[in-house]
């Protein structure tokens, strides 16, 4: 059965991003993915729509091949403020790294995944606007993961693989 869907008013949207926020919030990516696709239907460059809707679509990455990776940088690749792409870009990968991790991949393979999230973050860095540290704080979540968890996984799967 084929549906027709139905365009939400230019006035409304932005009580229906507050609604998608809300939904992130409660844990339920899917219907805030739902809302930001509505209005990106309305107004295809919006910037808090792409926005949230890559945070959605990470929001439901659980580390397998189903992840839709491509469409959370499609949309993250739209974002106009090069601070603002180049943080989100380095959302996707750390994102991406702890859904693998926590689906079971060996830590040393999802190293690639933190170290471009690290540097996104750093490229971010030097454009942030004063007083924001937000891709600091998240560069040194990644180097601790790298540092700590990984490096002592790294170091046993090394061990297996030499028969230790």
């Known amino acids: 059965m084929e549906f027709t ?4 008013s ?10 998608a926020e809300v939904y992130r919030f409660l844990n339920e990516p899917e219907e805030a993915e739902s809302i ?14 792409l926005r949230v809707l890559g945070l959605a ?16 940088e499609h949309a993250f690749q739209q974002l106009t403020d090069e601070y603002e792409r180049l943080y ?7 994102r991406r790294a702890k859904a693998q991790l926590q689906a079971g991949r ?16 750093e490229e971010a860095e030097r454009l942030r606007p004063a007083g924001n540290d937000d891709p ?14 990984i490096e002592s996984d790294w170091h046993r799967v090394v061990e297996i693989e030499m028969g230790e």
């Open 5 to 8: 869907l139905k365009s939400i």
């Open 10 to 19: 230019p006035q409304g949207i932005d009580a229906a991003l507050s609604k």
């Open 36 to 49: 930001c696709q509505d209005v990106l239907a309305v107004e295809g460059n919006h910037q808090l729509a």
């Open 57 to 72: 679509i990470t929001d439901q990455f659980t580390g397998g091949a189903a992840d839709r990776y491509g469409q959370a």
């Open 88 to 94: 989100y870009l380095g959302l996707l990968h750390e």
């Open 106 to 121: 060996p830590p040393h393979t999802v190293t690639v995944l933190l170290e471009a999230a690290m540097r996104n973050y």
């Open 136 to 149: 600091i704080l998240r560069w040194n979540r990644c180097a601790r993961m790298l540092q700590s968890r």
